[in-house]
């Protein structure tokens, strides 16, 4: 699904009223339509509805939200941000139309005129959508606040007020939702983690926007759905042999850390490679060899960690280097003699990144078409400081192009930036996900799918997609606070039956 900026959606909106055509207050109608539609759904009806309008059209989807609810009888309270400005054309025909109903119609011109707000009562967000271009202040400052002291839940319509849809709302004051109502399509605010405590839970609402324009606008961003996992991943050719799959190697472990290796190991396994060497230090042989058995097993010459891999790389089809390897003097040289032999595709996790961050000139020289998975901490070591998720993200976005490899910026929503300007977010997983190993599943994944001939930027969107919906379908079955790292594994069979 893409994901359109501000001034995208608005031209949506423009394209649909000229093509489609309906007026746009019948378009606003129809969003406000499908509020209500969505509030009956979840049996909300019985509540009433406190409702804080500005004055522009995301105002007036709230009029004509707070009149439908009127004509369904609950009892509505609006509330109108009264600025000196008269409001859109949109807003005051759907202030007309309010006054025609039994709703409360209230003004705002100063603090003195708040209200208690209470359970069980409803707050309906509708002072500013999607085109916000500065941070609240004043009267609705004050207005957000006072919203987010109440204990009553929170709906915000389009976007909570105080956000900006494509750049950082960092340490502004915004309405926090409990649950937010867009329109069509995803945008970047409700994917960044610095805006988690205001989004709430996301509810897209198809408003019936004109789909040409979305089939013929060229954007940055999209966000991983069904369409795109069907459109990279490839079913098995039932002629196939384990050869067709082709073969991986994973560097993985050290004393204490082997089952970093043996998780990188079995989830590689389980992404459907059809050959997988682990090289471990000699400490990890009998562990590796015992609860991997389908996978075959290199020692390095060193008992307690990786130093040097005797093997010509030149046999394998993708390597994946990093899960628990440590950082010794010895490995460091090892990780640089594996970028400078190799011609696969790389993935790099873990204390490879640490290795490479203290070693800045590593990052000149790992393959083409590599995959590098840094949690925020490790991108800040890699690349710097970034004042905001935006920041980061465009910065991803720089580092993909001027190093040649798919950065996987990893979180609730990881990002994937390719060097060629292809970039996904990603869409399954949970918080139960965020536990010792998760990450070293994630390697196995990637680096199984890579020595499938997967191309790098697919590799790394399947396999995010596929390692969150297995800890999606684990939670499920388990819980988020009793899944382990293991556990993403055992349910990657039914990721991929999903597909």
């Not at 003004?107 to 005129?113: A, D, R």
């Not at 697919?458 to 919906?469: E, F, K, R, T």
């Amino acid at each position: 699904m893409k994901i359109f900026n501000a001034a995208e959606i608005k031209a949506w909106d423009q394209f649909t009223i000229q093509h489609e055509p309906i007026s746009s207050i019948d378009l606003m109608e129809r969003a406000a339509g499908m509020c209500v539609e969505w509030i009956k759904q979840n049996e909300l009806l019985s509540h009433p509805f406190i409702i804080f309008c500005g004055k522009g059209n995301n105002g007036g989807d709230g009029l004509a939200i707070g009149r439908m609810l009127a004509e369904l009888f609950c009892n509505v309270t609006v509330y109108i941000i009264e600025s000196g400005y008269m409001g859109t054309a949109e807003f005051q025909v759907n202030l007309a139309r309010l006054h025609q109903t039994r709703a409360d119609i209230r003004y705002i011109q100063t603090e003195e005129n708040f209200h208690e707000l209470n359970p069980p009562a409803i707050i309906i967000d509708a002072l500013f959508g999607a085109g916000l271009n500065r941070p609240l202040e004043g009267i609705t400052a004050k207005l957000a606040a006072h919203i987010n002291h109440s204990r009553c839940g929170v709906m915000a319509i389009d976007i909570p007020s105080g956000l900006f849809t494509d750049q950082s709302s960092k340490g502004n004051i915004a309405v926090k939702a409990n649950d937010t109502l867009s329109f069509q399509c995803y945008k970047t605010a409700f994917l960044v983690a610095e805006n988690a405590e205001f989004i709430g839970k996301i509810h897209l609402l198809d408003i019936g926007l004109h789909p040409q324009f979305y089939r013929s606008t060229d954007n940055l961003l999209a966000i991983a759905d069904w369409d795109i996992i069907h459109s990279i991943y490839k079913p098995r050719n039932r002629f196939a042999h384990k050869g067709t799959f082709g073969h991986a190697l994973l560097v993985a472990g050290s004393y204490g850390k082997i089952g970093a290796a043996v998780l990188s190991a079995k989830s590689c396994l389980r992404s459907g490679a059809g050959l997988l060497t682990c090289h471990v230090p000699a400490c990890g042989y009998q562990i590796v060899q015992s609860t991997v058995p389908e996978a075959m097993v290199s020692t390095d010459f060193n008992s307690s960690f990786n130093t040097k891999i005797e093997d010509d790389l030149s046999k394998f089809d993708a390597l994946g280097i990093g899960p628990g390897i440590g950082t010794a003097s010895e490995t460091k040289t090892m990780l640089r003699e594996i970028f400078t032999s190799c011609d696969s595709p790389v993935v790099v996790d873990a204390d490879a990144l640490n290795i490479i961050a203290s070693q800045k000139d590593l990052l000149q020289i790992i393959p083409a078409n590599s995959i590098i998975t840094p949690h925020p901490k490790e991108f800040e070591r890699l690349f710097g400081p970034s004042a905001n998720d935006f920041e980061r993200i465009q910065l991803a976005m720089q580092k993909a192009k001027e190093y040649n490899v798919v950065i996987v910026l990893k979180g609730h929503h990881s990002f994937i930036a390719s060097p060629d300007a292809k970039y996904i977010f990603n869409n399954t997983g949970n918080a139960g996900m965020a536990t010792a190993g998760s990450g070293d599943v994630l390697t196995g994944i990637l680096t199984g799918l890579l020595a499938q001939g997967y191309p790098a930027f697919n590799a790394a969107v399947l396999g995010v997609y596929l390692h969150g919906l297995a800890g999606d379908i684990a939670a499920k079955e388990l819980s988020m606070e009793a899944l382990l790292a293991g556990d993403i594994i055992q349910y990657l069979g039914e990721g991929f039956t999903h597909l």
